[in-house]
């Protein structure tokens, strides 16, 4: 696939904005002419910046009302396009777009408009250019692909073809079959643009909500096969008008971008044959969570592993090398690296005691770290030393680590390879933490994130692994709200709720300022009885988040709930949902730190998360925080 973006989807000046798309690997760029009429130099300066960088100038964008114009405007209209050709001259560029007509001013008819263009399109050739006509999902007489398509095909001149951007067809929910039989020289580009499903004005929706393929709810994916079904070989460009992608990073909007370009091509590649996209292996199947690990001191472990133990871990194995400690129950596995050097050391020095990294248990890790790799994902290695293995890695959330494993090579028994056992009773004998308490497996993760860096997070997640997202809801925090969306895949064994913080008052807000940056603020353990669970626990010394009693009387209410069940919630503090015929039951510790917190559920054929009680929950909490202004160490 031959990758493009327009100047207009990313934010930052001219020269940024060439920058940062060169550097996340496009091959071409759209100049947005408000870009550059922005900036100081000449069109040559434009010109002579991309091609230094790499890029191909793939088109000067747009050129507007210009069809149909009435015969007293209408020389007006071909002397601006012939000024645009200049421009385009200087810059480098041989294409141009012009979007269909808007104004009040203009005449209806497909005549003659397609008269217009070839008359356009004969300027066009006499200077080696060509003209690319889009229909606009609001254009006055022109709102529809298939009527811009009758038009080049009327205007039947070899400079001007028909330019197709998925948001104006698929918002307008048009036929996309359709284009399967336009002629594929015909087709001069291809823009590319998501959405989320919001019902509003088809311009409003267009100028602000714009996001990149895989981040929205429109079909885009069923758009590029039907284009690729024409044998089309040319540039796959972005054009996105979103408001929070103008404010935010350079860099990483242009990196989500060439990613989701490389995912929607292996999509189609899967689909159909066709020159786009290259080969990598499929996305990857998580067979489950292999491990999480802390990066923390000696000091700060102490709570650490006294927590762990209260829920029932014991130690089981301590790192050859390193200073790494493994504790476990049931299939889960939890590690403590207060080592004085490597990244976790870096990490912790960085954002304090944190849960910095992931191991996943993948199908093939060998095959999952390729795909990831191919997805501009960022590796990472460190020294080991030998005879101790190097676990394929990449980058993920707040620039933790996601390791990958699998059962299939040495890399699933790293727990045997670099660590040695340990007696179970734990390292000083205390028979009050012999037993575990019936926790089985990672339920969830839950990672909080600055709201304007969740879609490349899901786009992240859903292009790599074997995943899909779910609908994003609001959790009401008592100082504000947080966005929520879940990728889960459908076995369950893999669950992550990521939380878009926006203020740092709320409680998600508060753990990123603390904590510099995004990060996992809870894990969900995962139970198949709560109660006998509990039990365990008090003997144990857990202490679980106290729940306001005025909750019990209401959720027996609502759901019609037993006397009997709601004292033994009570007595607990265990919060409950029902989702149908599922139910769920919920458990929390308290804070830990800045924010983060152990949950242990018990699902019974319950699909969510217990987004209803979100907000108990999270008044619970917060009355364990350390008010503001208050210092860490204050009596």
């Known amino acids: 696939m031959k990758t493009s973006i327009a100047t207009v989807s990313v934010s930052g000046e001219l020269p940024e904005k060439l920058e940062a798309i060169a550097r996340a690997g496009f091959d071409g760029v759209e100049i947005f002419e408000n870009d550059f009429l922005a900036f100081d130099g000449s069109p040559a300066d434009v010109g002579r910046m991309a091609r230094d960088l790499g890029l191909v100038i793939t088109l000067f964008q747009p050129f507007r009302d210009f069809e149909g114009m009435p015969d007293t405007l209408r020389s007006r209209t071909f002397d601006r396009a012939e000024r645009k050709f200049d421009i385009m001259q200087e810059l480098g560029t041989d294409m141009v777009l012009v979007c269909s007509n808007v104004s009040q001013a203009a005449l209806g008819g497909l005549d003659r408009a397609a008269a217009d263009f070839r008359e356009l399109g004969e300027r066009a050739a006499k200077r080696g250019l060509k003209v690319g006509y889009e229909a606009l999902a609001w254009g006055r007489y022109v709102n529809d692909h298939r009527d811009a398509w009758e038009i080049v095909r009327r205007a039947d001149h070899e400079n001007v073809g028909l330019i197709l951007d998925s948001f104006h067809s698929l918002s307008r929910k048009i036929d996309i079959t359709s284009i399967r039989s336009i002629p594929k020289e015909k087709i001069f580009i291809v823009q590319l643009a998501d959405a989320p499903l919001i019902d509003m004005d ?216 670099d660590f040695l056992p340990v007696a179970e009773e734990g390292e000083e004998g205390d028979a009050k933490h012999a037993g575990d308490a019936g926790l089985l497996h990672v339920d969830h993760i839950a990672q909080t994130v600055a709201y304007d860096e969740m879609l490349t997070w899901l786009l992240f997640y859903t292009s790599i692994f074997e995943t899909r997202k779910t609908p994003m809801i609001d959790i009401i925090d008592p100082s504000g709200v947080v966005r929520s969306q879940v990728i889960e895949n459908q076995s369950g064994t893999l669950r992550i709720t990521m939380n878009g913080a926006e203020n740092r008052r709320t409680l998600a807000g508060h753990f990123m300022a603390e904590k510099f940056g995004s990060g996992i603020q809870h894990l969900a353990f995962s139970t198949d009885d709560i109660f006998a669970t509990a039990a365990a626990l008090r003997t144990k010394g857990f202490k679980p988040l106290p729940i306001s009693p005025n909750y019990y009387d209401d959720v027996e209410a609502r759901f019609g709930l037993e006397p009997e069940l709601t004292e033994r919630l009570k007595a607990e503090n265990i919060l409950y949902d029902r989702d149908g015929e599922g139910e769920y039951f919920q458990l929390y510790s308290g804070t830990y730190g800045e924010g983060f917190f152990f949950e242990v559920v018990e699902r019974r054929a319950y699909r969510g998360y217990g987004a209803p009680n979100a907000i108990f929950r999270i008044a619970a909490l917060k009355k364990q925080m350390r008010p503001e202004g208050i210092p860490r160490d204050a009596g």
């Open 202 to 417: 088809l311009l409003y929706w267009s100028r602000h909500f714009r996001n990149m393929p895989g981040e929205g709810d429109l079909p885009v994916t069923e758009f590029t096969e039907a284009v690729a079904s024409t044998g089309y070989d040319g540039f796959f460009s972005l054009e996105i008008f979103n408001d929070q992608f103008r404010g935010g990073s350079t860099r990483a909007i242009a990196a989500d971008g060439h990613r989701s370009l490389i995912y929607l091509a292996d999509q189609i590649r899967r689909k159909v044959e066709t020159p786009i996209g290259i080969e990598m292996p499929a996305r990857a199947e998580v067979k489950g969570v292999g491990f999480i690990e802390f990066a923390t001191d000696d000091e700060e472990a102490v709570e650490l592993v006294g927590i762990l133990q209260a829920l029932g871990f014991r130690k089981a194995a301590v790192h050859r090398s390193k200073k790494v400690t493994l504790f476990q129950q049931g299939d889960i596995r939890i590690l403590i690296n207060v080592d004085p050097e490597g990244f976790a050391n870096a990490a912790y020095a960085v954002h304090g005691t944190f849960a910095y990294a992931v191991a996943l248990v993948v199908e093939d890790a060998t095959e999952a770290y390729a795909r990831a790799l191919a997805l501009d994902a960022e590796p990472f290695t460190q020294a080991v030393v030998e005879g101790e293995l190097q676990l394929p890695a990449i980058r993920g959330v707040g620039g933790g680590l996601i390791y990958l494993i699998d059962d299939k090579s040495p890399l699933g028994r790293f727990s045997e390879i």
